[in-house]
């Protein structure tokens, strides 16, 4: 089955799916913008399993459970500081991507829902940020099977509207 790729505004620590992702520090252990939105709803003993895994590089990625959240799981990702575009901030957040795509084949997810890692407090600009969190969704497409749904889930109309310019720009078929 063909995975099928969407792109929503809205809340992610509401999404009932598989998997949300977190765009984490490298600490894991929480911190404002998405990353505070998903431990409050989570509720402790989220923080509490990510104490225990000893932190994440930038551009990895590793799975907790949801505990009080409607999501199963919740892949924590590191996404780069944007640096100016010439420290390697793509090549790190196309790894950020594509780690959350394997952890979710390697424990069988379905479905998994994105933020605009690194968007927020790590100034990643948003269309350049598009283009390659889409481009990974679309590569990770035929590869795994258990794949379902992956969705974009944007803060704001904004940021939905460029997910949207982009996957244009790319020639995407959107769910
Ligand atoms: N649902 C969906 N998107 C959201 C939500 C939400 N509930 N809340 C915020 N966003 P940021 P970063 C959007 O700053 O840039 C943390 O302190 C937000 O509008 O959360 O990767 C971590 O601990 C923006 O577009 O993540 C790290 O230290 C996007 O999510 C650092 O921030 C990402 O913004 C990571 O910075």
């Not at 969190?133 to 099977?145: D, W």
Request: net charge negative; proline share 3%.
């Amino acid at each position: 089955m063909k995975t099928q790729i969407e792109i929503m505004r809205g809340d992610i620590t509401q999404m009932a799916v598989d998997a949300i992702v977190n765009a984490a520090n490298t600490t894991l252990l929480g911190g404002g913008g998405v990353d505070g939105a998903i431990h409050r709803a989570a509720g402790p003993e989220l923080v509490a399993e990510c104490a225990g895994l000893g932190g994440c590089e930038t551009g990895d990625a590793r799975i907790t459970g949801g505990y009080r959240l409607a999501a199963r799981h919740v892949i924590h990702t590191v996404g780069p500081v944007w640096r100016g575009g010439a420290k390697g901030e793509p090549d790190l957040l196309r790894s950020a991507y594509r780690r959350c795509f394997e952890v979710a084949a390697e424990n069988g997810l379905a479905s998994i829902a994105f933020p605009a890692i690194s968007c927020g407090v790590y100034g990643y600009p948003m269309r350049d940020a598009a283009l390659i969190a889409l481009s990974a969704a679309r590569e990770t497409t035929g590869h795994n099977p258990e794949l379902e749904r992956v969705i974009f889930v944007l803060y704001n109309d904004e940021a939905a509207q460029t997910y949207r310019d982009a996957a244009a720009a790319l020639k995407m078929e959107l769910g």
